[in-house]
């Protein structure tokens, strides 16, 4: 998800002029997006060299591949994520070598980790309660008694008049579920 919007109003016109072929345009766009990719990717890759590479990139992309560009959201948001994608690649590349992986494990991710935590346990529950919310019902309400009243299987079987098995099927069954859809929203959320 990309944390970073500037308005597109000027960014939409400087796109059309860059794709004339016009050099003052993608200066100024240039001048413009410059310092807000650069604080993207350095919070990212806590490198200034790395992070000015990632922008340099980026732009260099633009311009070469300014008469095939076609984006249907907005530029700027085009431009973040094309960092981002920029930035992960650098980070793949950081993580193939010794020095790299040190780099990464000292300097990236103790930041990473500090930010991203509250933001992630947040994202985490958020899909969590998406997906018990969406069990069917009765698998729901199992899942649920034995998660938040700590009711056993036995217990859970009795008050509803369901075999035990029932209740090992259902709660397995949600387990399972909710297990695919959480790897599936860390998978996301770490990249």
Known sequence: MVDMEIPDVNIADLLIRIQQDDPAAFESLYLQMWEPLFVFAMKRLQSEPDAEDVVQNVFAAVWTRRHSLRINTGFSGYLFTAVKYQVLDR???????????????????????????TVLIKELQATIDKEIGELPEKMRQIYL???????????????????????????????????????????????
């Open 91 to 117: 980070l793949n590349e950081m993580l193939h070598s010794p020095s790299g992986i040190e780099e990464v494990s000292q300097a990236i991710l103790p930041e990473l980790n500090d930010v991203m935590d």
């Open 145 to 191: 008694m034995n998660l938040e009243e700590h009711c056993s299987i036995s217990q859970i079987a009795e008050r509803l008049q369901l075999s035990e098995q029932t209740v090992r099927n259902q709660l397995n069954t949600a387990r399972q579920r909710l297990k695919v859809s959480l790897k599936n929203a860390m998978t996301l959320l770490f990249f």
